[in-house]
């Protein structure tokens, strides 16, 4: 079973900042996940990603296969970014391959 | 393209009821999938349907079941609830040939 963890668990920010939350996971996957999700428990896919990096806005995500490591950055923070961001590995076939780790509760403080 | 709907959004519930909770997904997606998500053991997976048929089930007792309608639609049921059933369930729906999730909103369920 994937081990997925992430840190940190939570992070409060200046507006402007640059943030870095972090996943790693123990077992080899086919695509890693990040999501968002706002107070009130909708959640957004931000990115679905195998390898390199994938950009979209301030957002950019990054993952290193051999490392078993990725990472995902918000560049130039605002307080709109506030959210718990979750990472989860997937290792192939349906729903059932995914691991989700326990999610960064990220701050973005004006 | 209308998103993914979850209905009830908010249920309390007492224990030793049973619950059913709705899901239709993004036209044109025929998969669909269910997670319960709670402070303690954040998102887990329950089920994954595809076509009306059950495709794959996580470690969840019994009493948690569903199923899927020729329109995609599906339903997931909770008999017997229990305090620790108290949660967020989510859906989740993909394209075919897509592994990318579509979430819903979600349902909060409370039992007390």
């Known amino acids: 079973k994937n081990e997925v963890e992430q840190s940190p668990q939570n992070l409060t920010a200046q507006e402007g900042e640059f943030i870095t939350i972090n996943c790693s996971y123990s077992v080899g996957i086919s695509a890693l996940h990040w999501l968002q999700q706002h107070p009130g428990g909708g959640i957004v896919s931000l990115f679905m990603?195998?390898?390199g990096k994938k950009k979209h806005g301030r957002l950019i995500a990054t993952i290193n296969i051999q490392e078993k490591h990725s990472s995902l950055h918000i560049t130039a923070s605002h307080p709109r970014d506030s959210a718990v961001y979750i990472c989860a590995a997937h290792q192939g076939g349906g729903a059932d391959g995914l691991t989700f780790g326990k999610g960064t509760h990220l701050i973005i403080q004006p | 393209k209308a998103g993914v709907t979850q209905t009830p959004r908010y249920l309390i519930k007492t224990r030793g009821q049973q619950v059913t909770l709705s899901c239709s997904p993004i036209s044109g997606h025929r998969s669909v999938s269910w997670y319960q998500q709670t402070p303690g053991q954040g998102l887990q997976f329950l089920f994954e349907y595809f076509s009306e048929t059950q495709r794959n089930k996580g470690n969840f007792p019994g009493r948690f079941s569903g199923r899927q309608f020729s329109n995609s639609r599906s339903e997931m049921n909770v008999s017997t609830l229990e305090l620790g059933d108290s949660a967020l369930y989510l859906c989740a729906s993909s394209s075919p040939g897509q592994f990318e999730q579509y979430f819903g909103p979600g349902t909060r369920l409370t039992v007390t």
């Open positions: 990603l195998s390898s």
